[in-house]
Structure formats: C-alpha cells, structure tokens
C-alpha cells in the first residue's frame, strides 16, 4: 500500500523455501562463515608474526583479509537470521549503514586486487628494481589510498541514497541492502543516482580491470621469454594464486552489475550475489594457502614451535 509516509524500516523477504531448505542452507552458510573467519584470520596472524612472510606481496595478502573479514562480519550474521526466519526486517539506517560498508569493502578489494596485480608485474618484469619501488613506506601509503579511495566512494554513495525518498513499499526481495533492490523501491526520480552510478563504475570497475588485464599481458609476455620451462613455471606459480582470486572476484561482479540482469532471475541474481559476498572471501585464504609455499611453512612452523 502506497503512502506518503517516510519507510523506516525494510523487509528483506530472503529466498522463501521450505523449511528444511531453508535449515539446510543456514548450516551451511554458519560453517562458511566460520571457516572464513578462521581463514582470514589465520593469514593476519601468520603474517603479523613469521619473518619470511614480511614481504609487499603478502602485506597486500593481509589487507585483503581485513577486507574480507569486513565484509563477511557485515553481511553474514544478518542473512543467517533472514534464512533462519524466512525473511527479517532492518531498520532504515541498519540498512543504509550494511549497504555503505559493503561498497566500501567490496570497492577497496577491487583497488587492492589492482594494486597486488601491479606488485606481481614489478616482482616479474621489473625484478632488479622491485625492492627499491616496493619499499615498506610505499606499501603503507598504497594499501591507505586503497582504503581512502574506498572510503570517498561511500561517502559519494551515501550523498546519492540520501536523494532518494521511500514512501512507499518496503519489502526488499533480496539477501542484503544493495543499490539495486534499493532504487527499485524509491519514490522518487533515481536518474541522477544511475547516472553517478555508471560514472563510479569508471575508477571502481573498468580502469582497475584495465590495468589488471594491461599487467598481466606484461607479465605472461615476460614468462613465455623465459627460456627454461621450471623458470616458467617458478614465475607463473608467484602470481597463479592472485590471478584465480581476481578471475572469480572479477566474474561474478561482472555477473551481477555489468551483464545486463533482464534475462536473470531473482534466485540467479542472489546466487551470484552469495558467490561474491559469503564465498569469495573463504575461497580467498583457501587458494593463498594451498598454493603457496611460504604460507604453508610458515603454518607448520607455527604449529611446530606450538608443539614443542
């Protein structure tokens, strides 16, 4: 029922299965949502504290942890109880709140998966001058316009949500508070906030996938100039692990907000949000551990000074 009153709360309605569907699925996501923790987790404290991971690549490693350790805590205890209840409210500023922390941390990964992607061209094209351009100072700074630029997009995301007037409908059909869902319920004219959408899209989306794309052809050149197959591979297995886990993060954010949605159900539209929101941050310290090395050691280490 249509009124002129201000919406204060929302009603995400979730997937609205069965029961033993519904349970089902709430185990699962509770399992992934703890291993997740406890994966992140793991690779901060092993960085933190094991000297031969003190390096850019694995400082860049531990900051993408942060972020996914971020984004999980803001979305994965609220849908537990929307597919526990078969749906749940949020209040109006609860959801505004969710929606500005996971674009902030979904924008900073973007940025750092960039900036890691830059770090793997100096390390394989540029290796006599690589520890001299990425020193500990420049690190910090590039990881903190990371975070800065993440942050100025929210602040820039906000001014355009606090636009809209929702006076209307307030059942969201949808996991989480995203801009999608949220402009289909607005009142008023959303124009403006498509348009400052597609041109965020620019420095969020396209130019961190062109340089990506630009760094890697570089660095698949410089490989196939090795002359020995074990240096190939040496080289290739420095930056496998980084490119698997911006090929999946990459494929279904392209999935969900570039492709054209028409031709995909809501149920499609929120199993691919899952993919991105609750799987692609355990998947992250899944694939860094099992392969690499370093890491690995640095486990048993851990575990073996622990048992001693």
Not at 71 to 82: A, E, G, K, Q, R
Not at 104 to 110: G, W
Not at 138 to 160: G, Q, R
Not at 196 to 214: C, D, E, K
Request: aromatic share 12%.
């Amino acid at each position: 029922e249509n009124n002129l009153t201000a919406v204060t709360e929302f009603f995400l309605l979730g997937f609205q299965i069965n029961q033993g569907l519904r349970h089902s699925l709430f185990s699962i996501f509770l399992v992934v949502y703890c291993g997740t923790i406890c994966g992140n987790l793991l690779i901060l404290i092993l960085v933190s504290i094991s000297k031969t991971l003190h390096t850019p690549m694995y400082f860049f490693i531990s900051q993408l942890s942060i972020c996914d350790l971020l984004l999980t805590i803001d979305l994965v205890p609220n849908l537990l109880h929307v597919l526990l209840n078969n749906g749940g409210t949020i209040t109006f500023i609860g959801c505004m709140t969710q929606f500005c922390f996971f674009s902030a941390e979904e924008t900073s990964e973007c940025f750092l998966l960039t900036v890691m992607s830059y770090d793997r061209y100096l390390a394989i094209c540029n290796p006599l001058h690589y520890a001299s351009i990425m020193t500990s100072s420049c690190c910090v700074i590039l990881a903190a316009m990371c975070w800065f630029f993440a942050f100025s997009v929210v602040f820039i995301d906000i001014i355009f949500t606090t636009q809209l007037i929702f006076c209307g409908p307030n059942i969201i059909d949808h996991l989480f508070c995203d801009m999608v869902p949220l402009l289909e319920l607005a009142c008023s004219d959303t124009f403006i906030v498509h348009l400052g959408i597609y041109l965020l899209s620019i420095p969020v989306i396209f130019i961190p996938t062109a340089i990506i794309v630009q760094s890697y052809t570089y660095i698949v050149l410089a490989i196939l100039r090795i002359p020995s197959i074990t240096g190939r591979h040496k080289a290739f297995s420095t930056c496998s692990s980084h490119l698997i886990v911006v090929s999946i993060f990459y494929w279904t954010m392209f999935s969900v907000y570039v492709v054209p949605t028409k031709g995909l159900t809501l149920t499609m539209s929120k199993v691919l949000s899952l993919l991105y929101t609750v799987f692609t941050p355990l998947v992250n310290p899944i694939i860094y551990s099992l392969r690499n090395k370093d890491i690995t050691k640095a486990v048993q280490k851990v575990v073996y000074q622990r048992v001693i």
